[in-house]
Nanobody, 119 residues
Framework: VQLLESGGGLVRAGGSVSLSCVAS????????MSWYRQAPGKERELVAN???????DYADSVKGRFTISRDNAKNMVHLQMNALKPEDTAVYYC??????????????WGQGTLVTVSS
């Protein structure tokens, strides 16, 4: 099972960016899909997650600005980021808790995509 992220790049403060992540491989279901981020010199932190039923949670720092959504049929998760701030600059990672067609549940990470917000 692999996760492939797209989107990101350089954006000015106050602008918007959309990230997408698609899971591929021998997947039966994906229970939880999440976005994490890691800023330079800081630990990786949870940004938002969404379960298979569509219930979402957000870090306090992004509530009201970011929206996570998923397409279960396409095994995709999206992160719409609005009103971006320089402190949102980080590498954003897609994460999924996957139930494969065989064997037990696994956790999968994407390779990360850089979002840079200029002031």
């Amino acid at each position: 099972v692999q996760l492939l992220e797209s989107g990101g790049g350089l954006v000015r403060a106050g602008g918007s960016v959309s990230l997408s992540c698609v899971a591929s491989g021998s997947i039966f279901s994906i229970n939880l899909m999440s976005w994490y981020r890691q800023a330079p010199g800081k630990e990786r932190e949870l940004v938002a997650n969404i379960n298979i039923g569509g219930d979402a949670d957000y870090a306090d720092s992004v509530k009201g600005r970011f929206t996570i959504s998923r397409d279960n049929a396409k095994n995709m998760v999206h992160l719409q980021m609005n009103a971006l701030k320089p402190e949102d600059t980080a590498v954003y990672y897609c994460n999924a808790i996957v139930l494969p067609l065989i064997d037990g549940e696994i956790e999968v990470w994407g390779q990360g995509t850089l979002v840079t917000v200029s002031s």
